[in-house]
C-alpha cells in the first residue's frame, strides 16, 4: 500500500488530562517498533471539540471516541495488517 494513514490525537487539556497523555506514548512507541513512520502520518492538534466523547484519536479522518491507552493497540493493529 502506498497511502499513508493520518493517526491524529487530540491534546487538548480535556482528552490530554483523561488519557491521551499515555495514548500518545503508546501511539509513538507503536509506530517506532513497527518501523512504520514510512507508512503513517501522526500528529497532534489541539482541544477539537468533542470533550464530551474524550479522549479521542482521528484515524483517517474516522473519529475514536473513549480511546484507551490499553486498547488503542488493538485499533493500530487493525490500521496496519493490511
Ligand atoms: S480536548 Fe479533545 S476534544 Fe476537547
Redesign the pocket.
Known amino acids: 500500500m502506498n497511502t499513508k494513514h493520518e493517526i491524529i490525537i ?1 491534546l ?5 488530562s483523561r488519557g ?1 497523555r499515555d495514548t500518545l506514548k503508546v501511539i509513538e512507541k507503536y509506530i517506532k517498533d513497527n518501523n512504520l513512520k514510512d507508512r503513517v502520518h501522526f500528529r497532534g492538534k489541539l ?5 464530551s ?4 484519536i482521528f484515524i483517517d479522518q474516522k473519529i475514536h471516541e473513549a480511546v484507551r491507552a490499553d486498547t488503542v493497540v488493538e485499533l493500530l493493529d487493525e490500521l496496519f495488517a493490511t
Open positions: 487530540c487538548g487539556s480535556s482528552c490530554f491521551n482541544c477539537s471539540e468533542k470533550c466523547l474524550g479522549p479521542v
